[in-house]
Nanobody
Framework: QVQLVESGGGLVQPGGSLRLSCGASGLTFRLYAMSWYRQASGKQRELVAGISSAGNTNYADSVKGRFTISRDNAKNIVYLQMNSLKPEDTAVYFC??????????WGQGTQVTVSS
């Protein structure tokens, strides 16, 4: 059974930093493209950042230069380092794993709140 478990969310002041982690089990992690999505209250879920199985990365324009996605294939973990956080970054952040031949999986999400 595939499980994606996010951690690292919380309350942070504007300008602060958080690092989200997503631990994966039940899949061959290195074969999956991993992404972080977020969903703010009353809004649609949106892609924040992605990293391919080869390590190529992409980011939403709104987070470029502030967020960094990385992966550790030995530990089956994908990270999202979030710096210079803004109130508009407040959302539930979800981990996503995709392999075209093997399917797509989602985590349960972790809340990030940016507020003074």
């Amino acid at each position: 059974q595939v499980q994606l478990v996010e951690s690292g969310g919380g309350l942070v002041q504007p300008g602060g930093s958080l690092r989200l982690s997503c631990g994966a089990s039940g899949l061959t992690f290195r074969l999956y493209a991993m992404s972080w999505y977020r969903q703010a209250s009353g809004k649609q879920r949106e892609l924040v950042a992605g990293i391919s199985s080869a390590g190529n990365t992409n980011y939403a324009d709104s987070v470029k230069g502030r967020f960094t996605i990385s992966r550790d294939n030995a530990k089956n973990i994908v990270y999202l380092q979030m710096n210079s956080l803004k109130p508009e970054d407040t959302a539930v952040y979800f981990c996503n794993a995709v392999n075209k031949g093997r399917g797509e999986h989602w985590g349960q999400g972790t809340q990030v709140t940016v507020s003074s």
